[in-house]
């Protein structure tokens, strides 16, 4: 099994330089965790039609917004502010599925996840999953728009945390923690968004 997985966010990249991007990094099967696989601004990104494209082009494509989407429609899963709670979301027996099916889906293909987020600290990709197969010993590494690689740990989290901010008083564990719930209660969705 491969004990590394790859994320992308299509952003606003055209058919032709989003499919460079996935083989130029030997991408055999997409992942996409948008809860809502549509796009009015970026059609080719629907969920059929990119399907049938990735189809053409010999990449596998499942849909696992159901399990590892960033939005729910269980009013238990907002905070008091009216964001979605990424630590109650992973906690699911639906996310745990879905991460298992990534996991197994290890064992034949090279993964790529996807959303619509350039940066994956804006999106719950980086933010919810990435956290997640880390913590279970899978490695995760963000295609950036510019095709260039970045591992989530230990260079997405030195953005997230950067090394001049940390508090050599306090264990980086909770640092770290904490730094996660900060960005998630700017990048959640948020209800009647």
Request: proline share 5%; with cysteine.
């Amino acid at each position: 099994m491969r004990s590394e997985l790859y994320t992308i966010g299509h952003c606003n990249h055209g058919r032709e330089e989003f499919l460079h991007l996935l083989t130029q990094h030997g991408i055999t099967a997409l992942a996409d965790v948008r809860s809502v696989p549509y796009s009015r601004r970026h059609p080719q990104y629907n969920r059929e039609t990119l399907k049938d494209w990735l189809k053409e082009h010999g990449i596998a494509y499942v849909f696992l917004g159901d399990q590892l989407g960033g939005r729910s429609q269980d009013p238990a899963d907002f905070t008091a502010q009216g964001y979605i709670d990424y630590e109650r979301l992973k906690r699911k027996p639906s996310f745990q599925q879905g991460i298992e099916r990534l996991r197994r889906g290890l064992e034949q293909y090279k993964i790529a996840l996807m959303c619509a987020e350039k940066d994956p600290l804006n999106c719950h990709r980086g933010l919810l999953i990435a956290p997640e197969l880390e913590r279970i010993g899978i490695a995760v590494v963000h295609i950036l728009a510019d095709g260039s690689l970045e591992r989530h740990r230990p260079q997405t989290e030195n953005r997230l945390l950067p090394p001049e901010q940390q508090d050599c008083f306090s264990p980086y564990s909770e640092q770290l923690h904490l730094a996660y719930q900060r960005r998630a209660a700017e990048a959640a969705y948020r209800k009647g968004v």
